[in-house]
């Protein structure tokens, strides 16, 4: 399932991403799990990833600026987790 989420966001163009909040937030814990050793993710987009995830464990929803902005950063760094776990 992960697997069609990340590929999904990797081919989709960023106006045509449709991940609903749970799909966000399961690909944002999958990105930060799998992060390469010599990833290039900012301190605060890590920090921020997290922040949101938990909100939404906390609250069961995103709002649309948290939903926004997690697909952004999504799209924007996906290509930096470790794809040796994928062999």
């Not at 010599?38 to 990833?49: C, K, S, T």
């Not at 600026?65 to 290509?79: A, F, P």
């Amino acid at each position: 399932m992960i697997d069609n989420l990340v590929y999904l966001l990797e081919i989709t163009d960023l106006d045509h991403i449709d991940l609903n909040d749970s799909q966000l937030c399961k690909v944002g814990i999958h990105l930060i799990n799998h992060l390469r050793d010599n990833h290039e993710v900012p301190g605060r987009v890590y920090n921020q990833i997290l922040g949101i995830c938990q909100w939404y464990k906390e609250h069961h929803t995103l709002t649309d600026k948290q939903r926004t902005w997690m697909t952004y950063n999504l799209k924007e760094y996906i290509s930096q987790r470790d794809f040796m776990y994928e062999v």
